[in-house]
Every structure is written in structure tokens, then in C-alpha cells.
């Protein structure tokens, strides 16, 4: 990200209206570039200022009684403005009672993915940050579920994929939807895998793939347990790393 990108996202940046990739970028340019810092940094303390309760001051009674008078709608009939209230009512009722099978349709096929989607990903940049990618650093699965016990109300499934391609790496805590979860992280070449797991009422799921930013994700549920993997890998290597780990056998306690 060049500098006047950082300065033209800079606001939608303070005020978190930025998507959690655009958001995270801004935050790496400031963290490396002293004057955006220093930019960000001046926002900042005018922002404070025009914060300060001394700054607001009540209005005069005399202002604020013709302020009264002045918005005060004159009194009429209601009968007909409640007729007309009635017949909207109605048409905003039967407007709704049509459109509803697909407004529900809608709320469940992307509410709920794309925040998942959101939330996985800005974990996934989260952990790319340094220091932030593992707990336990071990490429030996008998060495990371161990780790997770006592951190967790489930134990995870962690499997060995080096055969696949794709070597573990260790794991960490995370959260996603407001419950800790379990994320292990494989590599690909240079490319770090998050994969999020949790246990999730409800039948298995086949393999759901989400793109946006330039990361992909995948999610599926298996025996009882929701699963969301995460990278910048193509879209055809990450789903090849779901389906090793579905067919791959899971560690046994020892």
C-alpha cells in the first residue's frame, strides 16, 4: 500500500469501516511508515478535542422555546392520517408477506458465511503478524493436541499431512463467532494454512468455498465438528488441503 492510499482510507480506517483486509493493510503501512504515523497520530488528538464535554453548550431557553414553537405541527383531523397510516400499514404488510420466503432465503445463504467468512480471515491476518502464528511450534501432531488439553472444552482433530503436501506446523487458540476455537497451521511452500475448528451440532456439510480479498476459505462440518481453513493458496490447492484432512486419520492419544 502506497502512501496516499493509506491517507485516502485513512478516515474509513479510524471510524472501522473498513473490511478486515483493507483494514489490516492500513494498519501494516502505519506500523512501517512514520509519516502516515504521524498523520494518523494528529487525527487522533483532533478527534479527542472535539470530544471534550466542554465544548457543548446548552441553548438558551428563549432559542429553544421558539425552536418549539417553530416545529410544532398545527393540530388537524387525524382520521384521515390514520386512514392513510392504515393503508400503507397494509400495503407494507402484504409487500412483506410476498417477499418473505426470499428474504429469509437470503438471510441464511449469506449473513451468516460471509460474517464467518469476515471473522476467519481477519484471524488469518491476524496470525500472520509476527509472533502471532503459533502457541505450539511442532511439525509433530502427537506433540500439538497435547497442547490443547485444558485450553479447550473438545479436543481437536489434529492430522499429519506432510505426505499430502502439506506439513503441520503447530497451533494456537483463536476465536471465532464469540467461542474460542482450536486453530491448527500447515504449510504450503511459502503459504501458511489456518485451520479453524469447533464442535458444531448438525449433519456433515460438504465443502463450501468463499473467496474474497484474495484469500480463500473453505468450510465444511464432519462427524460433528465445523471446520473453516483459510489461505492465500489457489482455490484448488486449499481444497486438495480439505480433502487430505478429511481422509487423513486423526492422532490417537499415547
Excluded at 441553548?59 to 392504515?86: E, F, G, I, M, Y
Excluded at 469476515?118 to 502464528?133: F, K, M, V
Excluded at 492465500?232 to 487430505?244: G, H, I, P, S, V
Aim: glycine share 6%; net charge neutral.
Amino acid at each position: 500500500m502506497t502512501c496516499d492510499d493509506a491517507r485516502r482510507r485513512l478516515h474509513a480506517y479510524l471510524d472501522d469501516e473498513l473490511d478486515p483486509a483493507q483494514s489490516m493493510a492500513v494498519e501494516q503501512h502505519l506500523v512501517g511508515c512514520a509519516a502516515c504515523a504521524a498523520g494518523r497520530r494528529e487525527y487522533d488528538r483532533l478527534r479527542q478535542a472535539l470530544a471534550q464535554p466542554a465544548l457543548y453548550h446548552r441553548a438558551p431557553d428563549a432559542l429553544r422555546q421558539r425552536w418549539d414553537v417553530s416545529v410544532t405541527p398545527p393540530l388537524t383531523s387525524t382520521r384521515p392520517r390514520r386512514a392513510l397510516a392504515l393503508a400503507a400499514a397494509a400495503g407494507f404488510a402484504g409487500a412483506l408477506a410476498l417477499s418473505a420466503p426470499a428474504w429469509l432465503w437470503l438471510s441464511r445463504g449469506t449473513e451468516t458465511p460471509a460474517a464467518l467468512v469476515g471473522e476467519a480471515i481477519s484471524g488469518h491476518l491476524r496470525s500472520l503478524q509476527p509472533q502471532h502464528l503459533m502457541d505450539v511450534v511442532s511439525t509433530d501432531q502427537h506433540t500439538v493436541k497435547p497442547w490443547f488439553e485444558g485450553k479447550l472444552d473438545f479436543a481437536p482433530r489434529v492430522k499429519e499431512l506432510s505426505a499430502e503436501g502439506f506439513p503441520l506446523a503447530g497451533g494456537r487458540l483463536d476465536a471465532i463467532g464469540g467461542r474460542s476455537v482450536a486453530a491448527l497451521v500447515y504449510r504450503r511452500r511459502m503459504h501458511a494454512i489456518n485451520l479453524y475448528q469447533w464442535p458444531s451440532d448438525g449433519p456433515d456439510t460438504q465443502h463450501t468455498l468463499a473467496q474474497r480479498h484474495g484469500y480463500a476459505v473453505i468450510d465444511w462440518r464432519q462427524d460433528g465438528m465445523r471446520f473453516l481453513a483459510v489461505s492465500d493458496l489457489n482455490e484448488n490447492e486449499l481444497k486438495q488441503f480439505a480433502l487430505a484432512f478429511d481422509n487423513a486419520t486423526p492422532a490417537a492419544a499415547r
